[in-house]
């Protein structure tokens, strides 16, 4: 890793992603912040800059190559460098097997998915550029480790990160780059709200009853800050996890063992 440490998070407008640039930014990395949406990117940087980090929001759609390359190329060419990408931005369609459709398996695999290769390659390419090694952390869930009821196409995308993340540690360990994943629990962030949302609808009761629902098996008792999950990005941002490839870290209060 060099001095100049950069780091670009997807996905960084609320949630998760927010929480893991204001970690890296406090880590000592300046963060480009990427998403869909502008101006929630822009204002999570604003604030990051505010409080005397270093920060950029750039527009992309993960599921666009050509956009998630010129995010690449926008962060590299501001920081003058590049060393770790977080692939984070993800979807989550509630979907019985039934009912699933042909476009809720392309949209989801195309973000979640397609785009976590695409921020693979174009980090590579960076690395490449800079001759040095970096890393590559990709978000994958406790329902990428263990089948989760009615969430078949996100699910499906969650696991196959997992082996995206074991089959690309093995093929870029030669040129000194790690790549690992993280499996969130049950964190209280938009997405989550919106699942316990449509399956408290579902069941005609309220939104809290829904997000009880999913607590109800973590050992530790309570729901994930989004801070639970950036502290396990830090480390694997960081030199500490230098001899860590091809894992997923289970962040999820003790609900799945591996
Ligand atoms: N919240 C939870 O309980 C869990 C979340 N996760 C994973 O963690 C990651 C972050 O999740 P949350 O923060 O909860 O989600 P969230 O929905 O609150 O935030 C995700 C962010 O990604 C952005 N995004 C979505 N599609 C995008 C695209 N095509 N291009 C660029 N940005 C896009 C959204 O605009 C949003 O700002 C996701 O990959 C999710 O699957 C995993 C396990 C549990
Ligand atoms: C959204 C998610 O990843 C869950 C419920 O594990």
Do not use: C
Request: a negative charge; proline letters at 2%.
């Amino acid at each position: 890793m060099s001095e100049n440490k950069v780091a670009l998070v997807t996905g960084a407008g609320q949630g998760i992603g927010q929480a893991i640039a204001e970690r890296l930014s406090k880590d000592g990395f300046k963060v480009a912040l990427v998403g869909r949406h502008i101006e929630k990117v822009q204002k999570v940087a604003d604030e990051i800059n505010r409080n005397g980090g270093e920060a950029i929001a750039i527009k992309a759609d993960v599921a666009k190559r050509d956009e998630v390359f010129a995010a690449v190329k926008e962060t590299k060419e501001k920081f003058n460098g590049f060393d770790v990408i977080v692939n984070n931005a993800g979807v989550a369609p509630t979907t019985p097997i039934m009912s699933v459709t042909e476009d809720d398996m392309n949209w989801t695999w195309g973000i979640n998915v397609n785009g976590i290769v695409w921020g693979t390659q174009a980090a590579v390419d960076a690395f490449k550029e800079f001759g040095h090694g970096g890393k590559i952390i990709n978000a994958t869930s406790q329902a990428g480790v263990q089948g989760n009821a009615n969430l078949t196409a996100y699910g499906s995308t969650k696991f196959a990160i997992r082996g995206i993340t074991q089959t690309t540690a093995r093929e870029l360990a030669e040129f000194g780059i790690t790549v690992n994943a993280f499996a969130p629990g049950i964190v209280k962030t938009p997405m989550m709200e919106d699942i316990a949302h449509e399956v408290s609808v579902n069941a005609g009761k309220d939104d809290e009853w829904g997000m009880a629902q999913f607590s109800e098996g973590i050992a530790m008792g309570r729901l994930s800050e989004p801070e639970d999950v950036a502290n396990v990005v830090s480390f694997l941002s960081s030199e500490d996890s230098n001899y860590v490839t091809g894992q997923t870290l289970i962040v999820d209060g003790g609900m799945v063992f591996s």
